[in-house]
T-cell receptor, first 117, second 114 residues
Framework: NAGVTQTPKFQVLKTGQSMTLQCAQDMNHEYMSWYRQDPGMGLRLIHYSVGAGITDQGEVPNGYNVSRSTTEDFPLRLLSAAPSQTSVYFC????????????????FGAGTRLSVL | AQSVTQPDIHITVSEGASLELRCNYSYGATPYLFWYVQSPGQGLQLLLKYFSGDTLVQGIKGFEAEFKRSQSSFNLRKPSVHWSDAAEYFCAVVFTGGGNKLTFGTGTQLKVEL
């Protein structure tokens, strides 16, 4: 199984550019989420989804949009990139969604390293 | 406010020495507790988890953790560290009623001296 796949692995943007970070999972997981990792701050939740068609904001949602049209995919969109969005982004998925699942193990992708100049 | 604290930003140990990484949480009840490891340039891998029951839990790679309700702690331990254990370690919790949302500590970077 591929697990959680994130593309691209690296990206450099100029301020104001837009882009989409891709995340796909092949485990039929209901729950998917995006985190950003910054030095000294751990991982912070950006957006999450408990199933297709359902998304919600996490701790740091400003500047990011998400949608969930299929169970497998959960893309993260930066509409107008800012230097403050320079970070490493992780996508994660777990089995439980609308049916619950706080105990479910979350599986992480390898990350996308984004630099905004 | 609900929070997770890892008080040690960096820890250096000699290969073969024992290791303890600290994690404390602030919450009125017992959350679900996890330890993840991140090797350089990699994603996060689950080491172990605690939901209820026996307060000493065993994980992968020879790691264990002990939940202490009175101290709101979930410290990670390993009796003998290997050079390959050098990585960043994250404590994470799911606060009950918070769905699947993980709240992470700020991480502890482990360096192993040969």
């Amino acid at each position: 199984n591929a697990g959680v796949t994130q593309t691209p692995k690296f990206q450099v943007l100029k301020t104001g550019q837009s882009m989409t970070l891709q995340c796909a999972q092949d485990m039929n997981h209901e729950y998917m989420s995006w985190y950003r990792q910054d030095p000294g701050m751990g991982l912070r939740l950006i957006h999450y989804s408990v199933g297709a068609g359902i998304t919600d904001q996490g701790e740091v949602p400003n500047g990011y949009n998400v949608s969930r049209s299929t169970t497998e995919d959960f893309p993260l969109r930066l509409l107008s990139a800012a230097p403050s969005q320079t970070s490493v982004y992780f996508c994660a998925s777990s089995y439980g969604g609308t049916s619950g699942g706080a105990r479910d193990i979350q599986y992480f992708g390898a990350g996308t390293r984004l630099s905004v100049l | 406010a609900q929070s997770v604290t890892q008080p040690d930003i960096h820890i250096t140990v000699s290969e073969g020495a024992s290791l303890e990484l600290r994690c404390n949480y602030s919450y009125g009840a017992t959350p679900y507790l996890f330890w993840y490891v991140q090797s350089p340039g990699q994603g996060l891998q689950l080491l172990l988890k605690y939901f209820s029951g026996d307060t000493l839990v065993q994980g992968i790679k020879g790691f264990e953790a002990e939940f202490k309700r009175s101290q709101s702690s979930f410290n990670l331990r390993k009796p003998s560290v290997h050079w390959s254990d050098a990585a960043e370690y994250f404590c994470a919790v799911v606060f009950t009623g918070g769905g699947n949302k993980l709240t992470f500590g700020t991480g502890t970077q482990l360096k192993v001296e040969l």
